[in-house]
């Protein structure tokens, strides 16, 4: 009989999580531009944050 081997994932994950949900409530995106943040979410931030930006 083998052993049962269990890995523990880190905290990264919970942490995209986080920012992912935040940058939806925070910069109150759209059901669609939020389904496209799970992806490039810093991207959204970076131009809410760019000091050009005029919003």
């Known amino acids: 009989m083998e052993p049962i081997i269990i890995n523990q994932a880190n905290g990264l994950g919970s942490l995209w999580a ?24 810093p991207y959204y931030l970076g131009t809410k944050f760019h000091k050009g930006h005029s919003n």
């Open 18 to 41: 986080i920012g992912w949900i935040f940058t939806i409530g925070y910069l109150q995106l759209s059901f669609w531009r939020g389904v496209l943040a799970i992806i490039i979410w």
